[in-house]
């Protein structure tokens, strides 16, 4: 024998089935939905109600109905609140539309200058935006009309008035259609505080008015209001796109262009406002103060971690612009801002702390969050869900906020009452006293100060807001305690200063230094380490965020990764519409820009070799020009196949794998493609390519390009065919190769194209190379030509240049071009592109070099190069005095000895 339902015990189900008996079958049976919400208000209409009564009684069907499929059945939270959510679409679309006709009865039509319809949109904020209203929401709204202007009339002409009192009219009676109480109930409680000024601005409000109201007075916390925000009738606007007006208004306001901590400190205040509203709210009352929705590690708590994780990431990744908390979830793990295991837990505790509040409305129907003290009802909830007693459901509810609010801790730097020590709160929260200027200055060490006290008529410290002034000071304290305690050098904290100030304006980065105390400590590490990283870093500010975590320093770079990601948002983009020219250049930026950064980041710590960076660097440009390549390709116009037969060759740097910061990439465009149409396609794809490789936006540039080294330098075509490259390489013809340019083909690497293609130039590359020569023609060449860069590069007397000075880096490099071209036709093993350090080491194995020569010389190449790397991390020269190095000059001298059988002067 089975027991009574367990949705019986809900008081306001009785109350429902007692009253409504007779009329609770004209809503088709299973889930509620828009079509049978709509069967169910005609049926009810044509009992004789009105539609306001009709409205109020359907929706008292829909909550008993919801009341059996939840509690009785299990339904999935999600089927919950999207029926709620259509609840609320079909009245406020119901309503508008019978406002409208009466209304245009009295005034006529509502007009534009153009003479159409002016439109009246109802934008659902909130849970009802986000299609995730509960059981007994309140729903609110902000009423937006496209035009102002003035109405029609009536058929004689009269009633006219402007569209603001028209549309403030609907308002009013769309709400006592939906929103007053009468003695059918209500359909939803309606709250307009969210529209622009509060309940002292105008119900209805235009387009234009919104968005000089958001430019101009807009708040943070409504960017996280304006989130969730839906046009949600009436639905032939939705429909046919107009409301896309608003959409194009909104959007730029809630995201911005760049990382936004600033938006932190308003969501702590927002969250503090509603603690401590909860709080009064539950003096002298404790049994107020288990709220499953406002108490710590309540359901807000989980909004606002993905809401501010959206605001502040989802001007650079479109994907992250959902409305849902739940759908937003598994869009954080995939852009990498939050572990799996992490929005799977917080997953889980929403959709358990959503269904305890669902059954706590169902009780008695009031728009409340707090567990009820009553041990049955508790003891109901407790058994809808599936447990046993309510200790087990209380236990199950405390792990889940504790999951929570360890989780918003963590984030928001625990909470708007805590305070870091030394720097009056460096997670940003308010502090009773913010620091003044002289206090702080009392902090710093001699440069410090010196440097910190020309800013207090600075004219960029004094524009500062308020605001940002105290975030400045604080941020300062904070790097004068570090200082004095040794966890950061007097040297770090004037470079940071010296970086901060021309981005003063831009005080973002403040807030971001400010929230995240491990990245201001990393910034000063690496500020301390070189001189170079600031100067990238004041190029290209944005990419400090990539300090956030300590992992990457111990990763390396993934080319796959680094492709799969651009083409993922690029495609998030397209699916926004906001895949234009100017957005994906920025895209590209920004993607090489932290790339860079971290390599940067890994090489100052120390992390890799001048080997690892260079090859990371090589492999990084490579997989740019994959990217940019297929984007351009793709945006070409004139392209006349899919897949374009086309190659990239990379020549010095690039082409030996020794790419440093700020190399240029020397490339060679080739193509081989039989249409007649491929010269011209392909020359607008180099074109395009180039400059989309250059031009500098406001995210800076990529790389400066060089093609002299195509055949004919400067004065050939910027692109040829590959018969025609492989004949001027191979001297067939009148028009052929110089041998400075056969040098350059020792390090040539073909790096984007098919394999068949790459398979055809590593046969030209190696009859290039392996060409028999006249050995002793060959040596006067390269000699004359290393004479002719000595005279160029002369350096000061008593300094030796790690480069261009005898002994130096070219020498060896000059060595090994001259031994790869004369001898690799009997000793293939030469061919390989390994590097000259490789190289040098195989040349003396194989007896090309006096034993100990190619190996000393090897290691000094190593050595030559690691200073130079110094050097242009520090933005130094790289000249040292004599007789700095002398070991390593030597060992390169006696190389050049060893191969061209004379002293270098």
């Given at each position: 024998m089975t027991g009574p339902a367990l949705s019986a015990h809900s008081r306001f189900g009785q109350r429902i089935r007692r009253r409504f008996e007779s009329q609770l079958h004209l809503l088709p049976p299973g889930l509620p939905s828009p079509a049978s919400m709509a069967q169910a208000c005609d049926a009810l209409r044509a009992l004789g109600l009105d539609s306001a009564s009709a409205l109020r009684t359907t929706r008292q069907l829909v909550l008993e109905r919801l009341l059996c499929l939840d509690c009785d059945q299990q339904a999935p939270l999600q089927q919950v609140t999207q029926a709620m959510t259509d609840l609320a679409e079909f009245a406020l679309n119901t309503a508008c539309a019978e406002v409208e006709l009466a209304l245009d009865q009295t005034h006529g039509a509502p007009t534009t200058a153009a003479g159409a319809r002016a439109q009246l949109w109802i934008v659902g904020m909130g849970k009802l935006g986000a299609r995730e209203l509960n059981v007994s929401s309140d729903i609110d709204l902000i009423y937006v009309y496209d035009e102002d202007g003035d109405t029609a009339g009536d058929s004689q002409g009269r009633g006219r008035i402007s569209n603001q009192e028209y549309f403030a009219k609907a308002v009013r009676a769309i709400y006592a259609l939906v929103g007053d109480t009468t003695e059918h109930g209500f359909v939803f409680r309606v709250d307009l505080a969210l529209r622009p000024n509060g309940n002292s601005g105008p119900p209805a409000v235009s387009l234009d008015a919104l968005e000089q109201y958001l430019h101009v007075q807009g708040r943070e916390w409504e960017r996280f209001a304006w989130l969730k925000s839906r046009v949600v009738a009436p639905l032939g606007c939705v429909a046919d796109g107009s409301t896309l007006a608003l959409r194009n208004v909104v959007m730029p306001f809630v995201f911005r262009r760049y990382l936004d901590y600033s938006v932190f400190d308003a969501l702590r205040v927002l969250h503090r406002q509603i603690r401590e509203h909860a709080s009064k709210r539950s003096a002298g009352h404790p049994e107020r103060a288990n709220d499953v929705k406002l108490s710590r590690g309540g359901i807000r708590e989980i909004e606002f971690i993905v809401q501010l994780l959206q605001v502040v990431r989802g001007g650079q990744f479109p994907e992250l612009r959902t409305r849902a908390t739940l759908r937003a979830l598994p869009r954080l793990v995939k852009a990498g801002l939050m572990p799996k295991n992490t929005a799977q837990a917080l997953a889980d505790a929403y959709v358990f702390l959503r269904q305890v509040e669902h059954r706590i409305q169902y009780l008695d129907d009031q728009q409340t969050h707090v567990l009820p003290t009553q041990d049955q009802d508790l003891t109901w909830i407790a058994s809808t869900l599936g447990f046993a007693t309510a200790c087990q459901l209380l236990h199950q509810l405390d792990a889940h906020r504790e999951v929570v609010a360890e989780e918003f801790d963590k984030l928001l730097g625990g909470g708007a009452d805590q305070s870091c020590k030394g720097c009056n709160g460096g997670n940003g929260a308010k502090s009773a006293a913010a620091p003044g200027f002289d206090e702080v200055l009392e902090q710093l060490t001699d440069q410090f100060r010196q440097r910190v006290a020309n800013w207090r008529e600075h004219p960029r410290v004094l524009a500062l807001k308020e605001e940002s002034r105290t975030r400045l000071l604080r941020l300062i304290a904070r790097t004068a305690q570090w200082v004095r305690e040794g966890r950061a050098t007097e040297a770090a904290a004037v470079r940071l200063v010296d970086w901060m100030e021309p981005l003063l304006r831009r005080e973002s980065y403040l807030a971001l230094l400010l929230e995240r105390p491990n990245v201001h400590e990393r910034l000063l590490r690496l500020l301390d380490a070189a001189r170079w990283p600031a100067r990238y870093l004041l190029l290209h500010p944005g990419v400090i965020d990539e300090l956030a975590s300590a992992d990457f320093l111990d990763e390396r770079f993934s080319a796959s990764d680094f492709e799969h990601e651009l083409d993922h948002r690029r495609a998030a983009l397209a699916g926004t519409g906001e895949d234009d020219d100017e957005t994906l250049l920025n895209l590209l930026r920004r993607a090489h820009h932290a790339e860079v950064f971290r390599t940067l980041a890994r090489d100052v710590e120390g992390k890799l070799t001048v080997e690892a960076v260079a090859d990371d660097l090589s492999s990084l440009a490579e997989a740019v020009l994959r990217v940019t390549t297929r984007w351009c390709w793709s945006r070409l116009k004139n392209r006349h196949r899919e897949t374009p037969q086309f190659a990239i060759i990379a020549y010095g740097k690039l082409g030996g794998k020794e790419l440093g910061y700020g190399s240029d990439l020397d490339l060679v465009f080739v193509f081989d493609d039989d249409d007649e149409r491929a010269p011209e396609v392909y020359a607008s794809l180099v074109r395009k390519l180039i400059n989309w490789l250059t031009v500098k936006t406001g995210e800076g540039d990529l790389y400066e390009i060089d093609t002299a080294l195509?055949?004919?330098?400067?004065?050939?075509?910027?692109?040829?065919?590959?018969?025609?490259?492989?004949?001027?390489?191979?001297?067939?013809?009148?028009?052929?190769?110089?041998?400075?340019?056969?040098?350059?083909?020792?390090?040539?690497?073909?790096?984007?194209?098919?394999?068949?293609?790459?398979?055809?130039?590593?046969?030209?590359?190696?009859?290039?190379?392996?060409?028999?020569?006249?050995?002793?023609?060959?040596?006067?060449?390269?000699?004359?030509?290393?004479?002719?860069?000595?005279?160029?590069?002369?350096?000061?007397?008593?300094?030796?240049?790690?480069?261009?000075?005898?002994?130096?880096?070219?020498?060896?490099?000059?060595?090994?071009?001259y031994l790869v071209l004369s001898q690799s036709a009997q000793l293939p093993e030469l061919l390989d592109n390994l590097g000259n350090i490789a190289l040098l080491e195989r040349a003396e194995v194989m007896g090309l070099l006096p034993v100990g020569v190619g190996h000393a010389a090897a290691s000094a190449y190593r050595t030559l190069r690691q200073v130079q790397h110094r050097a242009r991390l520090n933005d130094e020269p790289y000249q040292v005095r004599l007789p700095q190095l002398q070991a390593e000059r030597d060992a390169v001298l006696a190389l050049w000895h060893a191969v061209f059988g004379a002293a270098l002067p």
């Open positions: 195509r055949p004919n330098g400067n004065a050939g075509l910027l692109i040829t065919s590959f018969d025609a490259y492989a004949n001027y390489q191979q001297q067939r013809g009148s028009n052929t190769a110089w041998t400075w340019e056969h040098q350059a083909m020792t390090r040539a690497r073909f790096v984007l194209g098919d394999d068949t293609l790459r398979q055809r130039f590593d046969v030209i590359r190696k009859s290039v190379i392996s060409a028999p020569r006249q050995a002793e023609g060959l040596k006067t060449e390269i000699k004359a030509m290393r004479e002719r860069l000595r005279d160029a590069h002369a350096g000061k007397k008593g300094y030796f240049d790690v480069k261009y000075s005898p002994g130096g880096m070219i020498d060896a490099e000059f060595v090994m071009q």
